[in-house]
């Protein structure tokens, strides 16, 4: 059984860090900030509204649908919350809609 390690994330608009265990997702993390309204959609990739671009910090991205990711956005690191997970502390950006409520 491999030892998970915790990772601070840093929502880049707002300042706001949490903890996040590399065992979960950003998305996962985020939501224990509490705030009303993040829309977590399906959490399998699929629905694209929890879309975030890391900023810098390294992770490991799974299978999420090509509808909400292009190639491009992965070349710029622009991926769905829900299906990354932190191997060191991670900066992004919300982008989408999510961004309305998590930077309110």
């Known amino acids: 059984m491999s030892e998970q390690k915790i990772f601070e994330v840093t929502i880049n608009e707002t ?23 993040i829309p977590s959609g399906c959490r399998g990739g699929g629905c694209g509204v929890c879309k975030v671009e890391v900023v810098c910090g390294d992770y490991v991205a799974r299978t999420m649908s ?36 998590v930077c309110r």
Not at 84 to 92: F, L, Q
């Open 15 to 37: 300042g706001v860090t949490y903890r996040c265990r590399s065992d979960e997702s950003l998305l996962h993390g985020m939501e224990r900030l509490g705030k009303r309204g």
């Open 66 to 101: 090509c509808d909400h990711v292009s190639d491009d956005d992965r070349c710029h690191h622009r991926l769905l919350a829900c299906k990354v997970y932190p191997t060191s502390d991670v900066t992004v950006e919300v982008i989408g809609k999510m961004r309305k409520n």
